[in-house]
């Protein structure tokens, strides 16, 4: 094949992705490892990764369904933890905010793969208070504020200069204080189980797992 037969940066062989793998062999994970509920354990865990220099350790994937019962997922940033569950804010009249207003049923996922590790939280999605809200947007940096105004997401736009026009009209109507745009907020995710993935030699991963039940949280192994 002459170079002019070649299409430009592609490689003149297929890819074999069905060869692509490798064998997971860092650690492992038993029951007596799980911390008394899955909190406290995923906190263990974000620490490994934040100790590990991961970029971006709080990167999830939140994924939900729309009333066609279609599923979407997106990354996005966890932006607090506590008792109450996983924290995230967006623009709640984008796609992923109508879709958890119809059906807060929703999941996280946590790609930690440089660990050989992931989190799986299956719950529910509640809006934050005005106040949650505030707070967090407050400290957010100057550019991001004025993002969120400049940006109806999920919405259609015409172009890039669309999208800086309003950024520049936002800039010009806030030169000091920002306040919070009427669609933007927050949401806290209640788990009702939350897995622990740890990749083992041979694809014989561990798979531990807490339920909710009641007032306290019930383990399990699943298969791999």
């Not at 607090?80 to 049923?105: C, I, M, Q, W």
């Not at 999941?107 to 707070?135: I, K, N």
């Not at 927050?186 to 807490?210: C, I, S, T």
């Not at 039940?213 to 298969?223: D, S």
């Amino acid at each position: 094949m002459s170079d002019e037969d070649r299409t430009v940066g592609r490689p003149d062989h297929d890819l074999d992705l069905a060869s692509l793998r490798e064998d997971y062999s860092r650690s492992g994970l038993v029951e007596t490892d799980l911390e008394p509920d899955p909190i406290a354990m995923f906190r263990r865990w974000l620490d490994d990764a934040l100790a590990a220099g991961l970029h971006e350790p709080n990167a999830m994937v939140v994924s939900t369904v729309g009333a066609d019962s279609a599923p979407s997922s997106r990354m996005m940033l966890l932006k607090g933890l506590d008792e109450r569950g996983f924290v995230f804010y967006t623009n709640t009249r984008s796609r992923k905010g109508l879709e958890l207003a119809a059906n807060p049923r929703c999941s996280l996922l946590f790609p930690w793969h440089p660990l050989e590790r992931q989190v799986r939280v299956d719950g529910t999605a509640a809006p934050l208070s005005d106040a949650d809200v505030a707070a967090y947007f407050d400290v957010r940096p100057r550019g991001s504020q004025l993002g969120a105004w400049a940006s109806h997401q999920s919405q259609p736009v015409a172009g890039r200069e669309e999208l800086q026009r309003a950024l520049d009209e936002a800039t010009a109507r806030f030169p000091g204080e920002i306040p919070v745009p009427e669609e933007w907020g927050g949401y806290v995710v209640r788990p009702d189980v939350v897995e622990f993935w740890q990749g083992r030699p041979g694809r014989m991963h561990d798979r531990l797992a807490y339920r909710r039940g009641g007032a306290g949280w019930t383990t399990f192994r699943l298969a791999p």
